[in-house]
């Protein structure tokens, strides 16, 4: 029990922790702009990654791959490129290979020179890249369009890792389970914002409807990286625009919620060994392999089970998101709370995570049973999805608990090998699929994705942890 005093789960009042020369300051002015800009920055990430989902629905002529000539879809305009379910799982994954790649070397990077730039020239990268696809599907074909998502994945790639380490030298820690929930609840917002106005820019867009998907996006996108790089600074030590309060109060309340600790080299041997870093790693794949299942294959569900249009596609499909993001924000505040009444913070991560993945997998058993009724299937899809948003405060937050200085670095790798495993969700669903999308193999789909968020969600409530593991400290970068 000696140990716990100065750590993390230590219980000293806030107004005694944050005091400065007497005074408790409450401006949080600039902290909340930060926190803000990475929320639409996340939302910004996930629009890009997102909107394809839905374009792939309007670009594919599903008369011309489809067994059945007759079905309700085929009334409606087809688009112009033959490509199979399998092929369509390889297109929707091509943005992941880039993705995985740039995590571990920014996640190592951010240590020596920082977040700010190569989240937002990486951002940039995958902005300018949103005005090519139209060029490259139709001139280059399915190998020219997965060409250019691969190139987006790599500028997306830094999203995460930055983010946390920004989250790591702007917020307090018992702020912290509500700012990483509203910062990741932004990849929630994105996806209500990009399905519905995919669906729409589909049908009534320009040049063809499914181009302006992406000339679109690509142009709000590229107005937000300006905004970024421009605004966003590394850390309140290096901040021209913060108030002398707060960069006092910031720096002393992180400070003091952490013992003295070295500052040496990155410990590989010491994350290598840890079974608490393992519990996040299992969990962030098992969460990425069940939310890429859906984020990539629910419209198609939608549109090949379901016979709902393209215009109420995406509505329909951003519907689950909404109700994980305002969730999201409640599980944060829950969190938070729980943690300032004296709870420890590894019981809140594992009952936060416990919502976050067992819910969803229940959701995903039952619905491949109420296929006969739209509302029943989208009642189940949004309350699986709405406690999905719990996972905010649960294990994606949790590297910030085992090393502040170190948690770009944590999550570049966690996300690495998360997205590696989500990747495979479209192609294995595009496998079972294929080439008959009955009831019975999506419910094939969805049992694999339901497997995985339980199994994974057991592992983390066996090891995880809350406390600091190798005794270390952020060092702000002046």
Known sequence: ??????????????????????????????????????????????????????AIVAMVNHTAISDDK????????????????????????????GYVLTQIPFGLMIKYYGARHFLGWGMMINSLAAFFIPISARSGGAIGLCVVRFIQGLGEGPIVP?????????????????????????????????????????????????????????LFSTIWCVIFIWLVQESPAASTRISEAERRHIIEAIWQAQPEQARGSIPFVGIAKSMPFYAILVAHAGQNYGYETLMTMLPTYMYRVLDVNIQ????????????????????????????????????????????????????????????????????????????????????????LDLSPRFAGLLISITNCVANLVGLLAPMVAGH???????????????????????FTASFYNVFASGKPQWLDFHCFQK
């Open 70 to 97: 007759s079905s309700p879809q085929s009334k409606e305009r087809d688009g112009d490129f033959e490509w199979s379910y399998k092929l369509q799982g390889y297109i929707l994954s091509s943005f992941f290979y």
């Open 312 to 399: 109420a596609n995406g509505l329909i499909s951003s519907l689950p998101y909404l109700a994980m993001w305002i969730l999201a924000i409640v599980f944060g505040i829950v969190a938070d709370c729980l943690i300032r009444r004296n709870c420890s913070i590894t019981v809140v991560r594992k009952l936060m995570n416990s919502l976050g993945q067992y819910g969803p997998a229940l959701a995903l058993i039952s619905v491949g049973f109420v296929h006969h009724s739209l509302w029943l299937t989208c009642v189940i899809f949004i309350l699986g999805m709405g406690l999905n948003g719990a996972i905010y405060s649960g294990f994606k937050i949790n590297h």
């Open 162 to 218: 930055c983010s946390h380490s920004l989250l790591a030298q702007w917020v307090p820690p018992d702020e912290r389970s509500l700012a990483g929930a509203a910062v990741y609840a932004g990849a929630q917002f994105g996806t209500i914002v990009s399905m519905p106005l995919s669906g729409l820019l589909a049908h009534y867009g320009f040049d063809g409807g499914w181009p302006s998907i992406f000339y679109v996006f690509g």
């Open 432 to 454: 079972v699929i294929d080439p008959k999308p009955s009831v019975e193999n999506w419910r094939i789909v969805f049992y694999i994705a339901a497997g995985m968020f339980v």
């Open 1 to 54: 029990m000696a140990d716990a005093a100065g750590l993390q789960d230590s219980r000293t009042p806030k107004a005694e922790r944050y005091a400065t020369d007497g005074q408790i300051p409450r401006c949080r002015k600039t902290r909340f702009f930060v926190v803000l800009m990475l929320f639409t920055g996340m939302a910004n990430a996930y629009v890009m990654r997102t909107n394809m989902s839905v």
